[in-house]
C-alpha cells in the first residue's frame, strides 16, 4: 500500500456515552425546534439540526454532496430520468441561520436547472436483529403548485449501503426506503419500499411496494414529521411509514420471498435529501418541468434523526460465552456465534493491532484497505445455519472514502457470503456494530474477511466478528 499519514495518528479518546432520554417521539413540530429525545428504551444513533451560520453550507462531517447528473459508474440522471445538475453552491443548498437546511432548485437564463442533493457520510443505520430502526425528518414540502409546480420532485429516502461503492449499480435490490415523496406541487406523501429486480420481480419495479398518494394538508406551508419504522422485533418483519406520528402504510416481509426481503433490509443504509427536477414520476403525474415552472421554490429542512432499539442494549458487543455449537463441524474450533477478536486472525495481510477504547478495551486490528484481509481458521458454525454476521467497526476516513467488509469461506478467491458498506463513523475509535445477512453456513470453514475498496486510503478499523442464526 502506499504510504498513508493515517498510520501515524493518535488513538483518540474513549467514546461519550449516548444518553436516552424518556419521551415520546415527537410528531408535527414548529420551525426551529430541536431533535426530539429518544423515548424510553431507544438511543439517537445521529441526528443534525442544521444550527450553521446563514449561508453556510452543510457539515461535511455528517454529509457529503451529490454531484451532476448520477453517481461515478451509474446510470445517467441518477436513473430517474431527471434533468437537472446537482451541486455543492449555497445558491442550491444552505443552512439559513435559523435552524433549517434549505435545498433550492434553481433555472438559469438558459433553461438549465440546477438543485442539490446530499447524503449522509454514514452508511450503517441498521436495525439490529431482535431491534428497531426509525429514520425521521421534520420537512416543509416546496411552497409551489399548479403549473408552477410542473416537475417538482423532494424527496427523504434510504439506499442500502451497498449501492454506494458501485454507484447503485445494485439497484433496487439492496434496497430503497422512500420516506417522503412529493410531485408537482401535490401536497402529498408517498412512502414506497423498491426491492427485487428491475423491471417487475417481486417489487413490481419501477413502481415499487407503496403507498400510493397520501393527502397532506399543510405540508407545503408548514413543517411536518415524515419518519419510518423498521422493525425486527415482530413476526413477520415489518417497514411503517408515519406522517405526524399516524402509521399510514405497512409492509410485512412475508410480502415478498425471504431472499428479497433480507437483501433489502438486513444491512447498513444511508440517507438521502434532495429535490429533482423532472423525470419518470413527475411525468407520471402531469410532466414538467415546463416554461411555466417556478425556479427557486426550496424544500426546507427542520432537522434529521435516526433512533435504535435494542433488546440486547444497543452497540455493546455479544456476550463472549455463547452456547457451544453443535453439529455439523463438531464441537471443536472456534465457537462462530461467540465474539472472534480480529486480532486473533491466524494470519492477515497490510493490517496492524492497536490499542482501543472500544468497550472492554483491548486493541483492535486498524490501518485497513482495498486487498486487505484477515483469516480465522477452524470456525465452526454447527448444524443450525448461521444467516447473520456482525462486525464492530469505525471510521475516520474522509468524504467520499468508503468500502466494503466482506466474509468469504475457505478460500479468498471465492465469492463473499455477505458484506456490508462502512464509511466515516466520526472517527477511528468511533465504534458502530454494523449488521448483514449471509448465505446459509453450517459445519467448521476457515473464515476470510477482506476488504475492498476503490480507494487506495485506509478506511476502516475492526474490532471483532460474530455470527448469528
Known amino acids: 500500500m502506499e504510504p498513508n499519514p493515517r498510520r501515524t495518528r493518535l488513538v483518540l479518546a474513549g467514546l461519550a456515552a449516548l444518553a436516552t432520554v424518556a419521551a415520546t417521539l415527537a ?3 414548529n420551525a426551529g425546534a430541536a431533535v426530539p429525545p429518544p423515548p424510553s428504551g431507544w438511543t439517537t444513533v445521529f441526528s ?9 453550507g452543510v457539515n461535511t462531517g455528517n454529509w457529503l ?9 451509474g446510470a445517467g440522471n441518477w436513473g430517474t430520468g431527471e434533468v437537472e445538475s446537482m451541486t455543492n453552491s449555497t445558491q442550491n443548498v444552505y443552512q439559513d441561520g435559523n435552524g433549517h437546511l434549505v435545498i433550492k432548485p434553481v433555472r438559469d437564463g438558459s433553461g438549465n436547472w440546477t438543485s442539490g442533493r446530499i447524503e449522509t457520510q454514514r452508511t450503517d443505520f441498521a436495525a439490529p436483529a431482535g431491534g428497531k430502526l426509525r429514520i425521521e425528518a421534520s420537512i416543509q414540502q416546496p411552497n409551489v403548485s399548479g403549473a408552477a409546480a410542473l416537475g417538482y420532485w423532494p424527496a427523504f429516502w434510504a439506499l442500502g449501503a451497498a449501492a454506494r461503492p458501485v454507484g447503485a449499480t445494485n439497484w433496487p435490490g439492496i434496497g430503497e426506503w422512500d420516506v417522503m415523496e412529493d410531485i408537482n ?41 415524515y419518519a419510518l419504522e423498521y422493525d425486527r422485533s415482530v413476526s413477520p418483519e415489518q417497514l411503517r411509514w408515519y406522517l405526524d406520528g399516524n402509521n399510514f402504510f405497512t409492509v410485512n416481509a412475508n410480502q415478498v420471498d425471504a431472499t428479497t426481503w433480507n437483501n433489502a433490509t438486513h444491512h447498513g443504509f444511508f440517507i438521502i435529501l434532495n429535490v429533482a427536477m423532472g423525470g419518470g414520476f413527475p411525468g407520471a403525474f402531469g410532466g414538467g418541468p415546463t416554461g411555466s415552472t417556478a425556479s427557486g421554490v426550496p424544500m426546507n429542512v427542520d432537522y434529521v434523526a435516526v433512533y435504535s432499539s435494542s433488546s440486547s442494549g444497543g452497540g455493546t458487543p455479544p456476550p463472549t460465552t455463547s452456547p457451544t455449537p453443535t453439529g455439523g463441524g463438531g464441537t471443536g474450533g472456534v465457537n462462530a456465534y461467540g465474539t472472534i477478536q480480529a486480532e486473533s486472525a491466524s494470519a492477515q495481510s497490510g493490517t496492524q493491532t ?3 477504547t472500544d468497550t472492554g478495551g483491548g486493541q483492535d486490528v486498524g490501518f485497513i484497505a482495498n486487498g486487505d484481509w484477515l483469516q480465522f481458521n477452524n470456525v465452526n458454525f454447527g448444524s443450525t445455519a448461521a444467516r447473520q454476521f456482525n462486525g464492530r467497526v469505525a471510521s475516520g476516513a474522509a468524504g467520499g472514502i468508503s468500502g466494503l467488509v466482506e466474509v468469504r469461506l475457505d478460500s479468498r478467491s471465492n465469492a463473499p457470503i455477505g458484506s456490508f458498506a462502512v464509511a466515516n463513523t466520526g472517527g477511528w475509535q468511533s465504534w458502530r456494530t454494523v449488521p448483514a445477512n449471509v448465505s446459509a ?8 474477511v477482506t476488504f475492498t475498496s476503490g480507494q487506495p486510503t485506509d478506511f476502516v478499523n475492526l474490532n471483532w466478528l460474530s455470527f448469528g442464526h
Open 27 to 29: 410528531t408535527t413540530l
Open 48 to 56: 443534525d439540526d442544521f444550527n450553521g451560520a446563514a449561508g453556510t
Open 65 to 73: 454532496y451529490d454531484l451532476g447528473h448520477g453517481y461515478a459508474g
Open 185 to 225: 406541487g401535490l401536497s402529498s406523501e408517498f412512502g414506497t419500499l423498491h426491492c427485487g429486480v428491475s423491471p417487475g420481480g417481486p417489487c413490481n419495479e419501477t413502481t415499487g411496494i407503496g403507498s400510493g398518494q397520501r393527502a397532506c394538508g399543510g405540508c407545503q406551508t408548514g413543517y411536518h414529521t
Open 354 to 356: 492497536e490499542a482501543t
Open 441 to 448: 453456513v453450517t459445519g467448521t470453514h476457515t473464515v476470510y
